[in-house]
């Protein structure tokens, strides 16, 4: 049974891991049930938020320009904040892919054991309405001061596994063990000159401000960047 691990959560600016960013990671260090240290880091990803993810964040693209820090420090002290540690979140995987896929781009080894509380909700609580973290947090009376806020998704999701440990762990101890987390991100390919090319073109014809540093930029998240451009904007008259 699993009673020290890193509790972590991700505020993100999608859903697709190849071309969505980390803007905020959050964690807590729990140690035979007691939290004893946590992580909080907003992350610069020098682009502005959509209207939707600084809505249902509460993170301004100010916050970010303000406090944030650049995502390779971000990832390499996260990466040593959880070296030695299982792993726990709510909906585990889609944290642990975005960050296995930041670590993997920055060379860094990030392979874990987990416990999804997501996993646990569906087995002991099924007479739940849903099993989101909201509901885990109502159905155990805790109060999450800032959902959708990383550090404090962290600490709800801690709570209610310590919960279910005292509800459900004494009759079900394997279920409390942890398993290995598999994913493979996919090679990160640069884009390509003429992409590139193109959306600095792009930029200039519609009089946009130039934002991205193109030198980061993925072929997936530049095909991503024209299309919503021309979306937006329309293409150029030649």
């Known amino acids: ?3 020290t691990y890193i509790c972590f959560d991700l505020e993100t600016t999608g859903l697709n891991v190849e071309s969505d960013e980390i803007i905020e990671v959050g964690a807590v260090k ?4 007691r939290l004893t240290e946590q992580f909080t880091c907003f992350v610069n990803i020098h682009k502005p938020l959509s209207p939707f993810i600084s809505d249902l964040t509460g993170i301004s693209d100010a916050m970010l320009q303000r406090e944030g820090y650049e995502k390779q420090a971000v990832i390499e002290e996260f990466v040593k904040f959880c070296d ?11 944290d642990y892919k975005f960050m296995k896929t930041a670590a993997s781009f920055y060379g860094l080894p990030f392979e874990k054991n987990g416990i999804d509380t997501l996993d646990l909700a569906r087995k002991f609580l099924p007479e739940l309405p849903n099993k989101k973290l909201g509901s885990l947090c109502e159905h155990y009376q805790y109060r999450n001061e800032k959902a959708h806020r990383a550090v404090y998704d962290a600490k709800a999701t801690a709570y209610c596994y310590e919960q279910m440990i005292r509800q459900f762990g004494r009759e079900n101890p394997d279920a409390f063990h942890g398993n290995p987390l598999f994913y493979r991100p996919k090679k990160w390919e640069p884009a390509t000159i003429r992409q590139k090319r193109y959306l600095n073109d792009l930029l200039k014809y519609h009089k946009i401000e130039n934002t991205t540093d193109m030198e980061q930029l ?10 919503s451009i021309i979306l937006k904007h329309g293409m150029m008259n030649r």
């Open 218 to 227: 993925s072929k997936s998240e530049a095909s991503k960047l024209i299309d």
């Open 1 to 3: 049974m699993i009673r």
């Open 84 to 94: 030695g540690y299982d792993l726990l979140g709510h909906n585990l995987m889609f």
């Open 30 to 33: 729990v140690v035979e049930g």
